[in-house]
């Protein structure tokens, strides 16, 4: 199967890196997207080792499925086993037994695979309907909200996950507008109340409408729920020494993963890897613009040895 050059795994060296990928592991990818990091990681595992994926969006799921088995075609015999779960996430405890993985890879937020569907209702810009829905089959479209809810609601959810400071306006300006039923449409509507966009020099200037977009599709997949979730269960899912690799693409997804694990090290359950989070390099923004935001932060599960250590007395500190 052909690599779309958008499909690029962001972070990939750092990310196989700080899961410490060992051969005969079991190690899970929670956001299968395209497979990218999946393939990275099956590569190191060997016959003996274990991937596990997980993917709620169907549209990836097949992706990933069918990149996996092309996959398998090329190692033949070195291919790990591969278990595949076409469901959220933050079901991962209930699929997984207690203390039987060696690493989890999650790279959060939207795809861009989905991004690149504008049926899909991820992206302003393309005309699409206003879904934004990971799954399909489930949950209230973008639609629904933007023409449903109160203008306080709206303000209320576009400040609090987008931290857009003109939710109030953009609030106002779409309950004027309605009914809004493409994105391009909701669009205009939330730059209509932008000032116009200036490019410094040297600077990346976002469209008017991305966080008020962001916000949107947070609510409508339950993202920053999904991954609470998903921090707080994996010190159960992990083995002593096993590792927690977290990429996120902006500050409401950073910011809980960064607070979970400084209490993961407070209480011993963790050490944490990164001080600061790894970012892209200019070689890999260039290659891959999606990459510019991407943040990664990195975890140990401490062993019940490791508790009395000085390093685990260093890091209650």
């Given amino acids: 199967m052909a690599e779309n050059p958008r499909h690029v795994p962001v972070l990939l060296e750092f990310a196989v890196e700080n899961l410490n990928v060992r051969r005969g592991g079991t190690y899970v990818d929670a956001t299968l997207g395209f497979a990218g990091h999946a393939s990275a990681i099956a590569r190191a595992l060997g016959p003996e080792g274990m991937l596990i994926g997980f993917d709620r969006d169907p549209q990836a799921f097949a992706f ?5 088995q092309a996959l398998k075609e090329e190692l033949g015999d070195e291919m790990p086993k591969v278990v ?3 469901v959220e996430f933050s079901r991962a405890a209930e699929r997984l037994e207690a203390g039987s993985v060696n690493g989890l890879l999650a790279d959060v937020g939207v795809s861009s695979m989905q991004l690149d569907e504008a049926d899909r209702g991820f992206s302003f810009q393309a005309e699409g309907a206003l879904d934004m829905r990971m799954n399909p089959r489930q949950g209230v479209t973008a639609e629904q909200v933007v023409n449903q809810f109160g203008e306080k609601e709206l303000a209320d959810l576009i400040y609090e996950f987008g931290e857009e400071r003109r939710s109030r306006r953009i ?3 779409i309950v004027r507008a309605r009914p809004i039923t493409t994105t391009a449409e909701l669009a205009r509507v939330v730059s209509g109340c932008a000032p116009p966009m200036k490019r410094e020099r040297g600077k990346h200037v976002i469209h008017p409408a991305t966080r008020t977009f962001q916000a949107l599709r947070i ?6 729920d999904e991954l609470k979730t998903l921090l707080e269960t994996a010190p159960k899912i992990l083995k002593p020494g096993g590792r927690l690799v977290v990429i996120s693409f902006h500050s409401l997804e950073d910011r809980l993963v960064k607070d979970a694990f400084r209490e993961g090290a407070q209480t011993g359950i963790y050490e944490v890897l990164t001080r600061k989070p790894l970012t892209a390099d200019q070689d890999e923004m260039d290659r891959n613009p999606r990459s510019r935001s991407a943040k990664l932060r990195a975890a140990e599960k ?16």
């Fill in 171 to 173: 609030a106002r300006a």
């Fill in 64 to 68: 990933a499925s069918a990149r996996l």
């Fill in 219 to 224: 609510y409508v997949n339950g993202e920053l």
């Fill in 84 to 86: 595949l779960h076409d």
């Fill in 302 to 317: 401490l062993g019940a040895r490791d508790m009395g250590s000085s390093k685990y007395k260093e890091a209650r500190l």
